[in-house]
C-alpha cells in the first residue's frame, strides 16, 4: 500500500511515550546508509591498518640504513687512518732487532704495517676477533728451517691513531713454541683498559725465537 509506514515508539517509564512513523523508503535509505556507513569505516580500518604495517617496515629499513651509513663511516675513518699511517711509513722503516726492543705502545711508523719475514716461519689460516673487551686469536705456525725451532710470539694491536698496544694473554704459555714442523696457537686476552673495538683497526703478530729476535712480523685485520 502506498500509505503504509511504520510507527518507531520510544518508551520510558518516566516520560510520555514518544512515536515516530517511518515510511519503508525512509527506512530502507537508513538501512542502505547505515550499511555504506559501515563498509566506509571497514575499508578505513584495512587501510589503516595497510598504513600503519608500511610505516614500521619504512621505520625498521630507516633503522638498518642509519647503523649501515654508521659502519660505513666507522670504516671510511679507518681507511682514512690507514691511508695516513702508510703515508707516513714512506722511507722509513725498522728492522727485526729493533721491533723486539721497542716499546708496547709505539707511535704511527714503519713497524705497523712493515712485513718482516726471515723465512723460517709462516703464518697460515689467522682468525683474530674482538668481542666483549676481550681479544681471542688462532692460527697455524710452521716451522720451515732445519730442525726444531723454539720462542715466543708478540700480539699488538693496532689503534685508530696508528700506535701499537702489546696484549697480555691469559696464559703465557699459549703464546710460547717448541716446534719442529707445526703448530697450532690459540691464545685470548683482554684488551688494554678503555680500548673499544670501534678504536682498535687491526693486529700486529710478531714471532721472535730464542734469542728474542723477531723473525716474522705481519699486521692483520680484526673480524667481529
Given amino acids: 500500500m502506498k500509505n503504509t509506514s511504520y510507527s518507531v515508539l520510544f518508551m520510558r517509564d518516566d516520560t510520555d511515550v514518544k512515536s515516530f512513523r517511518v515510511s519503508p523508503r525512509r527506512l530502507k535509505l537508513l538501512l542502505w546508509a547505515g550499511a555504506g556507513l559501515g563498509v566506509f569505516v571497514f575499508i578505513a580500518l584495512v587501510v589503516g591498518l595497510k598504513s600503519f604495517v608500511s610505516y614500521r617496515v619504512l621505520l ?7 647503523f649501515s651509513l654508521a659502519d660505513a663511516q666507522v670504516a671510511l675513518e679507518r681507511l682514512g687512518n690507514i691511508e695516513k699511517i702508510q703515508q707516513s711509513m714512506a722511507g722509513g722503516g725498522k728492522d727485526g732487532k729493533d721491533a723486539a726492543r721497542a716499546d708496547r705502545s709505539v707511535p704511527a711508523g714503519a713497524r705497523a704495517f712493515s712485513r718482516i719475514d726471515s723465512g723460517a716461519m709462516t703464518v697460515d689460516n689467522l682468525r683474530a676477533q674482538i668481542a666483549g673487551g676481550a681479544l681471542s686469536v688462532s692460527f697455524d705456525l710452521n716451522n720451515k728451517a732445519a730442525g726444531a725451532a723454539a720462542g715466543d710470539i708478540r700480539l699488538l694491536v693496532l689503534k685508530n ?7 697480555e694473554p691469559s696464559s703465557a704459555a699459549d ?11 690459540s691464545a685470548s686476552a683482554r684488551l688494554p683498559e ?7 683497526l687491526g693486529l700486529r703478530v710478531e714471532i721472535k725465537n730464542s734469542d728474542g729476535e723477531v723473525i716474522l712480523g705481519e699486521t692483520y685485520a680484526l673480524g667481529g
Fill in 161 to 167: 691513531d696508528g700506535s701499537l698496544s702489546e696484549v
Fill in 60 to 66: 625498521a629499513e630507516r633503522r638498518n640504513l642509519e
Fill in 194 to 200: 678503555g680500548l673499544t673495538r670501534r678504536e682498535a
Fill in 175 to 185: 703464546l710460547t713454541y717448541q716446534i719442529q714442523r707445526f703448530k697450532r696457537i
